[in-house]
């Protein structure tokens, strides 16, 4: 019986709290971070869900561990935590992650103002602007993004039938545009987006695959991405992005904007150098660009970038105690 304690920086991208794991985490084997990231949850997740879940975490909870890279043009290596998992990439995780790292000394850049992450989805290149202590932005120049499919036919119980694209932005995204039976996400609130992404990603994993073209590691859709049209001066576009069971993003989502920066570019409405200024649920904004076109596989995709900000919270020393109930954590 032991009690495990973590040291985590607590805070939040954009309005998205990111819990990154400082001191405590497990040593990872595996020659590369998707390797690692497989060690880590057949061995480890108990870490994961005690620190993400209640009573130590809650429904939206996310975060980070920190390990040495397995790359050699790599600062750092990330593990991303959350309540779904460990995704592939995060990218309010990212920004979170390098904004803390960064302010409390945790990682020492090779370049001043540049940090190259070893992340399972790939190499992420971020660069951050600072003042003084402070971190004031990041952009992360994320994995190549691609549209997978187009106008896939799903049911949904509480909207009839829908049709979705679905593209790959770090993790695979199904985006419900304006159609016949969704007209804004505005006609919706945050618990009913839940209720029926909930619905919608497990019919659309049944009915069709979805696997990454050159990492079948990765595969599965995992998030669910609802539009509507921007309330914010300067957003191009608003969103909401359902994830884990229960969890609206409250960040403009990196990985989900890079996604639909990808759906957009393949359809002709964006091109390298264009920006794309996402709006979260909360009104929080993301800066996307494209910054150049890629191949992925036989498929034509962009490599996108992303820039937003984060806070710190918090310095938070959790403990999980082998005699705790609930040291796993629980949901409800
Ligand atoms: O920012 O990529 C992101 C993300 C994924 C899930 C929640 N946020």
């Given at each position: 019986?032991a009690?495990?304690?973590f040291f985590?920086?607590d805070?939040h991208?954009?309005?998205?709290p990111?819990?990154l794991v400082?001191?405590?985490g497990?040593l990872l084997?595996g020659?590369?971070?998707?390797e690692r990231?497989?060690?880590?949850l057949?061995d480890?997740?108990?870490?994961?869900?005690?620190?993400m879940f209640?009573p130590r975490?809650h429904?939206?909870m996310?975060g980070s561990i920190l390990y040495p890279?397995?790359?050699?043009?790599c600062?750092?290596?990330?593990l991303f935590?959350?309540?779904?998992?460990c995704?592939?990439?995060c990218g309010?995780?990212?920004?979170g992650t390098?904004t803390?790292?960064?302010?409390?000394g945790l990682?020492?850049?090779?370049?001043e103002g540049?940090?190259n992450?070893d992340?399972?989805?790939?190499?992420?290149?971020?660069?951050y602007e600072r003042?003084?202590?402070?971190?004031?932005e990041?952009?992360l120049?994320?994995?190549p993004?691609?549209?997978?499919?187009?106008?896939?036919?799903?049911e949904?119980?509480?909207l009839?039938t829908?049709?979705?694209d679905?593209?790959y932005g770090?993790?695979?995204?199904?985006?419900?545009?304006?159609?016949?039976?969704?007209?804004d996400?505005?006609?919706f609130?945050?618990s009913?987006?839940?209720?029926?992404?909930?619905?919608?990603?497990t019919?659309?994993n049944?009915?069709?695959e979805f696997?990454?073209p050159e990492?079948p590691?990765?595969?599965?859709?995992?998030?669910?991405?609802?539009?509507?049209?921007?309330?914010?001066?300067?957003?191009t576009?608003?969103?909401?992005?359902?994830?884990?069971?229960?969890a609206?993003?409250?960040?403009?989502?990196?990985t989900?904007?890079?996604?639909?920066?990808?759906?957009w570019?393949?359809?002709?409405?964006?091109?390298?150098?264009?920006?794309?200024v996402?709006?979260?649920?909360?009104?929080?904004l993301?800066?996307g660009?494209?910054e150049?076109?890629?191949r992925?596989?036989?498929?034509?995709?962009?490599?996108?970038?992303?820039a937003?900000?984060?806070r710190?919270?918090?310095i938070?020393?959790i403990?999980i105690d082998d005699r705790d109930?609930?040291a796993?954590?629980?949901q409800v």
């Amino acid at each position: 019986m032991a009690r495990h304690s973590f040291f985590c920086l607590d805070g939040h991208t954009c309005g998205n709290p990111v819990r990154l794991v400082a001191g405590g985490g497990p040593l990872l084997e595996g020659a590369t971070m998707l390797e690692r990231r497989a060690h880590f949850l057949s061995d480890f997740d108990w870490i994961r869900t005690g620190l993400m879940f209640e009573p130590r975490g809650h429904d939206m909870m996310s975060g980070s561990i920190l390990y040495p890279p397995t790359r050699a043009d790599c600062d750092v290596g990330v593990l991303f935590i959350e309540t779904s998992g460990c995704l592939p990439m995060c990218g309010h995780g990212t920004i979170g992650t390098v904004t803390m790292a960064v302010e409390h000394g945790l990682v020492r850049p090779k370049t001043e103002g540049t940090l190259n992450l070893d992340t399972p989805a790939g190499l992420v290149v971020a660069t951050y602007e600072r003042q003084g202590e402070h971190v004031e932005e990041v952009r992360l120049v994320n994995v190549p993004a691609f549209l997978h499919s187009e106008g896939l036919e799903v049911e949904s119980p509480a909207l009839g039938t829908l049709h979705v694209d679905v593209a790959y932005g770090g993790n695979f995204y199904a985006i419900v545009d304006p159609q016949k039976n969704f007209r804004d996400m505005a006609d919706f609130t945050a618990s009913q987006l839940v209720q029926m992404s909930g619905q919608l990603r497990t019919a659309l994993n049944q009915r069709y695959e979805f696997v990454h073209p050159e990492k079948p590691d990765i595969s599965g859709l995992s998030h669910i991405l609802w539009t509507g049209a921007p309330t914010v001066e300067g957003a191009t576009a608003r969103n909401a992005v359902f994830y884990g069971d229960k969890a609206i993003d409250r960040s403009p989502c990196g990985t989900g904007t890079s996604a639909r920066i990808a759906q957009w570019a393949a359809k002709g409405k964006l091109q390298p150098g264009d920006d794309f200024v996402h709006e979260s649920i909360i009104g929080s904004l993301f800066k996307g660009r494209v910054e150049r076109e890629v191949r992925v596989g036989e498929r034509s995709g962009v490599v996108p970038s992303i820039a937003g900000w984060a806070r710190l919270t918090g310095i938070n020393t959790i403990f999980i105690d082998d005699r705790d109930p609930f040291a796993r954590g629980f949901q409800v």
